[in-house]
């Protein structure tokens, strides 16, 4: 088993900034993939922006520009820096973690952005 710890998420004003952090342990080998998913009301969950072990980093559209995924695989942490943040930013943020062909995921930390 993989255990996930979330910090960071909040309040912000429209053009601020975030930082999110995820910390795994436990079974941690064999982890690939580490990354940041969101969900919004009344919406699917989507994804953010993920990196591999490599540190290859993948987002979606809506991120590109404006976030920055990081992670350090000594401390089996992955970082999300949210800048220019938008109401439409506003969601649940999920940290996830594939483990050879299992998902882990976090408890979710709520980020709203809102004047």
């Known amino acids: 088993q993989v255990q996930l710890v979330e910090s960071g998420g909040g309040l912000v004003q429209p053009g601020g900034f975030l930082s999110l952090s995820c910390a795994a342990s436990g079974s941690i080998s064999g982890i690939v993939t580490m990354g940041w998913y969101r969900q919004a009301p009344g919406k699917r969950r989507e994804l953010a922006a993920s990196s591999t072990r490599g540190g290859v980093p993948s987002s979606a559209d809506p991120a590109k520009g404006r976030f920055t995924i990081s992670r350090d695989n000594a401390k089996n942490t992955v970082h999300l820096q949210m800048n220019s943040l938008k109401p439409e930013d506003t969601a649940v943020y999920y940290c996830?973690?594939?483990?050879?062909?299992?998902?882990?995921w976090g408890q979710g930390t709520q980020v709203t952005v809102s004047s």
């Open positions: 996830k973690v594939r483990k050879l062909v299992t998902d882990y």
